[in-house]
C-alpha cells in the first residue's frame, strides 16, 4: 500500500471499498446508512424498495426475490465530507462468492461486518483471506451492539486468533444490549452517544479530555463507567494501538463498534475509511504496474452484468478505472481486439440511480453498455498494450450436464451459454467425445439462475441434468505431453469458451494420475482471466 503525495487532488480524495460479512450480519443495513450519510438517498429504506423496483424490471430477478438473496453486485458513488466514496456492493450468498472474489479486484480496501453476537463467521472468514491475498486493508465494524453481544474483549480476540491479524480499537463500546450507551471514541477522544428515540439521528459528538475528565459523569451511569474505565486501562495495555501503516499493509484492522440500523457508530466508520483509509492503489498488470496518478486512462473490466431488460441482450462491463482522468466520448483501445471504442454513454452508479458519467477520475467505476465485446479481463487504455493481472477465474465445485429439452434449438443454446460464459455467470465447458454441454458452477443455486435465464433471455427450456465429473482444471505445460494427454483421455477433455483445454475429474485420484504420468503438465484451479 502507497500513500503517493503526487496524486491529484480528485484522485487523492477518492475511497473505493468494498463491504464484506456473512449473511445477515447487517450489510445491507450499513450499505444504506452510508448512503444516507452519503447524501445519495434521502431515506433509509430506499435501498430496498428500489431493490423492489429493479426486480419487477425482469423476470429473472424474480428469483431473487423469492430466494430473499441479491445475486447481482453493483457500484455507488456518493461523497462524504471531502471524500468520494465508490462502494462496490458484493453479493453476500456463499453461491455467489466468485462474483465477490473477482469484486475484490476493484478496491483498495474493504469494510467486515460481524455481528457482535456471532462473531467471525464461515463467510466472513472466506472473504477475509481473499482480502489478505489482496493485502487489501480492511476495517472492521461490529454491529448490533443494541442488542446482546459477546464481550468486547472476546470479540477482539476471536478476530485476532481466527483471522491471525492484529485488531486495534478505534472505539470502546459502552454497555450492551438494552444498557448500551454508546461509544468511547479513542482515537479522538469523544463520547458517542446513541440516540435511541431516532435510528436515523445522530447525536453530536461530546469532546472528552481523557477518562478523567468529569463530563464523562454527566452521560454516563456510574457502574458503566467504572467498567469503562478499566476496560480501556486493559485494552491499552493488552492490545495494540492503531497504526495506520501496519493497516495499510493489511496487518492490523481497526475496529468501530455500532449499530447499523440506530446509525449509531456509521459516522466515525465512515470518518476513518476517509482519514485512514487508501487512495486509489498502483493496479498490477503484467507489464508493469499502473499507477492512479498516471496522465492516460487505463482501466479493467472486473464484472460484466446483463442488462435489466431481456429483450435487448445489452450488457453492462463494470470498468475500474486504474489511472487517469476519463471523459465523456473518449475514445479507447478495447486491448484484447486491438480495437478502438468511443465510449460515449458509460454511467456511474449514483445510488438514487444511473447516470451519465461526464467525467470519472481513477479508483472511479463505470459502467459501459455493450453488446457482448466487453469481457471480464479486458482492458482498455489509451492505446497501450495492457494486461491487468489477478483476477481469478476459479475452478467449478459443480458440474452438470445441459441439454434443451426443445431439440431444435441445440444451436441456440450454444450461443446462449458462450455468452453466460462470458458474462462470468458460468463455466462452460465443450466435451471433446459427443454432442452436449457441461455447465460449471461455484454454488447449486446458479444452476436455477441461469435456467431461468436461458428460458427467459433466449426462450430456450433446458434442463440440467447429473454428469458422471465433479471438478474441472486447467491444463498447462509442454505442448508433445498436453497433445499426448488429451488424445489417451479424450474422454476427460473439453475446452472452455476461450478454447483452452480443461481436464475434468471425478475423483482427485484422476488429478493425481496426470500429474503422476505427465511431467510438466500443470493442472490449475484457477486461471486468470484476459
Ligand atoms: P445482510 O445484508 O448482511 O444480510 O444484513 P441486513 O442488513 O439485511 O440485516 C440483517 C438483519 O439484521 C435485519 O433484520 C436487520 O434489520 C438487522 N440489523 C441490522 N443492523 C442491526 C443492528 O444494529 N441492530 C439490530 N438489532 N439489528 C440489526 P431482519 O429482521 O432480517 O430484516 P428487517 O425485517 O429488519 O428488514
Redesign the pocket.
Known sequence: MTQNAALPPEIARRRTFAII????????????KFLLFGGAIQMAGQV?AKGEARRTRSDFMKLEQERGISVSASAMSFEFRQYRFNLVDTP?HSDFSEDTYRTLTAVDAAIM?IDGAKGVESQTRKLFEVCRLRDLPILTFC?????ESRDTFEIIDEIQENLAIDVAPASWPIGMGREFVGCYDILHDRLELMDRADRNRVAESIKIEGLDDPKLAEHVPADLLAKLREEIEMARELLPAFDRRSFLEGHMTPIWF?????S?GVKELMDGMGEYGPEPQPQKAAERAIDAGEGKVTGFVFKVQANMDPKHRDRVAFVRLASGHFERGMKLTHVRSGKPMAVTNPVLFLAADRELAEEAWAGDIIGIPNHGQLRIGDALTEGEKLRFTGIPSFAPELLQAVRSTDPMKGKHLEKALMQFAEEGAAKVFKPMIGSGFIVGVVGALQFDVLASRIEIEYGIPVRFESSQFTSARWVTGPKDVVDKLVNVNKQHIATDHDGDIVFLTRLQWDIDRVVRDYEGVKLSATKEMM
Open positions: 460479512s456473512h449473511p445477515d450480519a447487517g450489510k445491507t443495513t450499513l450499505t444504506e430496498r453476500g461486518v454491529n448490533k451492539m443494541d442488542r455500532g449499530s447499523a440500523i440506530n449509531f
